[in-house]
């Protein structure tokens, strides 16, 4: 199999560890789950990265998710080429902050009040000490193989580069930080149940993503979502939606519209920044008040809220809500891209799982079927690893993790998932 010749990449790579930890700004980047070393990005365009070495990748991770239209789209690239003429950053009000929040507000209904942050991590910090200021309690459950950000309390059995690394929790975190963090397991009410009644009024809030895409992809059961809802109605706890994947991915609605659920807060990230840094959270306005400078929970942000941020992320959700056939063609790339690996495994009999709904997928190198954390630690990295290999010197950039999802974008084509389904069959049948 001709490798892709990445020269320079390996002497960006040889000067970037030297300069920054592993190499890498994020450690999921750095190709340790799947051995060689990061290609260097040169620039990106619709559903194509190109490396330092002239290299072009279909692109299946589009920044992780907020490139949901594919990469500089002339649209968002114009609106905030336009506005940096303007100014780049204000640390004051601007209107488009207005816009933003009324934005959100009008597309998913469980937003009465929303505020920003610059990242997905901040935006879920923020809103679990929103959620324990609101209940007067500390303790929070989350799900094993979940992904919530890098905040102390939220490392305890965390999904994505967390999970990839294999390190159960993080080092450095207190023990203080981590003790209010319960933990259940997805997709298992009983074990949620449980920790209601061993900490009886003691649980502020219960967080969760309502689909989960940092152990893979997880879908929710039938009544799972549901049963979360009553549970936490009946402790007088908190029902957090961490929609920073699923926040305007799944519909314009997000997993909150798609599944049918009323989260009292979500989280967000990714897409509502159409590439530039971005957090938020918002929810019920009587949660939302007490945070400063209207209630006493403190949060805060030099560059929440940034103008240029705001326009990216304005002119993207605009677009997804002017363009419902922008879901439409998600949906079915996605539907596509999973039925055509699915005759793939069956043709060559691997003992392979192909989960997803809408543009987000996952193949399991495992022969079990795959609900929660443990059901998904089953799955063959080492496995995972050679075909994530050969895809990628095939042009196909997959998350380097057997633990991240397979995003799509609006700017894919049919085209592009039957080659990468072809270059799928021709490693099946190299590899059998
Ligand atoms: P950021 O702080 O990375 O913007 O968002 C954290 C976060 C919160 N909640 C969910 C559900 C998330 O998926 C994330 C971040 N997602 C990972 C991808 N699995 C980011 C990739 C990375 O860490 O480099």
Same mark, same amino acid.
């Given at each position: ?22 190499? !890498? ?7 340790? $789950? ?5 290609? *260097?990005? +040169? ?14 990748? #279909? ?8 490139? #949901? ?26 209107? @488009? ?21 610059? /990242?997905?991590? +901040? ?43 294999? !390190?159960?929790?993080?080092?450095? &975190? ?10 259940? +397991? ?9 920790? *209601? ?15 989960? $895409?940092?152990?893979? @992809? &997880?879908?929710?059961?039938?009544? *799972? =979502? ?17 929609? &920073? #994947? ?61 103008? &240029? ?23 079915? =790339? ?9 005759? #793939? ?13 809408? /543009?987000? /997928? ?67 049948? =190299?590899?059998?």
């Amino acid at each position: 199999m001709a490798k892709f010749e990445i020269t320079k990449s390996k002497s960006l790579f040889k000067r970037a560890v030297c300069a920054m930890p592993g190499g !890498v700004n994020s450690p999921v980047r750095a190709f340790k $789950a799947v051995g060689g070393q990061p290609v *260097f990005i +040169e620039s990106a365009k619709g559903q194509y990265l190109y490396d330092v070495d002239g290299n072009r990748y #279909i692109d299946y991770i589009g920044s992780w998710g907020p490139m #949901i239209l594919g990469h500089n789209d002339e649209r968002v690239v114009e609106a905030v080429t336009k506005q940096m003429q303007k100014g780049i950053s204000y640390g004051a009000p601007s209107s @488009l902050e207005v816009e933003m929040a009324e934005l959100m507000i009008e597309m998913v209904p469980s937003l009465e009040m929303v505020r920003m942050a610059n /990242s997905g991590t +901040e935006a879920v910090m923020s809103a679990i000490r929103v959620a324990r200021g609101f209940t007067g309690r500390d303790k929070i459950i989350k799900f094993e193989g979940c992904y919530h950000g890098h905040a102390d309390a939220l490392l305890v059995k965390a999904g994505s580069g967390v999970m990839t690394a294999g !390190v159960p929790d993080s080092s450095g &975190v207190p023990e203080g930080c981590a003790k209010d963090t319960l933990t259940a +397991e997805y997709n298992n009410l009983e074990s949620v149940r449980a920790l *209601f009644a061993e900490n009886y009024n003691e649980i502020a809030c219960v967080i969760v993503e309502p689909v989960a $895409a940092n152990m893979g @992809l &997880v879908l929710p059961e039938e009544g *799972f =979502l549901a049963g979360l809802r009553k549970l936490c109605d009946n402790n007088g706890a908190l029902l957090l939606f961490d929609e &920073v #994947i699923t926040g305007f991915r799944l519909g314009i609605k997000g997993a909150s519209g798609y599944y049918g659920i009323k989260p009292d807060i979500t989280t967000y990230g990714k897409i509502i920044g159409g590439g530039m840094p971005v957090g938020a959270y918002g929810g019920r306005k009587d949660i939302m008040s007490i945070t400063a400078p209207l209630g006493n929970v403190y949060q805060a942000g030099t560059l929440s809220g940034n103008p &240029v941020a705001m326009c990216a992320g304005i002119t993207q959700l605009r677009i997804l809500k002017d363009s419902p056939e922008i879901y439409t063609h998600l949906d079915a =790339l996605g539907e596509r891209f999973r039925q055509g690996a699915a005759r #793939i495994f069956t043709k060559y009999k691997k003992n392979i799982q192909i989960s997803g709904t809408g /543009s987000l /997928s996952c193949i399991y190198f495992t022969g079990s079927e795959v609900h929660d954390y443990r059901t998904a630690k089953t799955a063959d990295t080492e496995a995972f690893a050679k075909y994530f290999t050969y895809m990628l010197n095939r042009g196909n950039y997959f998350g380097p993790s057997q633990f991240e999802a397979v995003f799509i974008s609006d700017a894919h084509t049919e085209r592009d998932i039957d080659k990468t389904l072809e270059d799928m069959e021709e490693y099946f049948e =190299l590899y059998p």
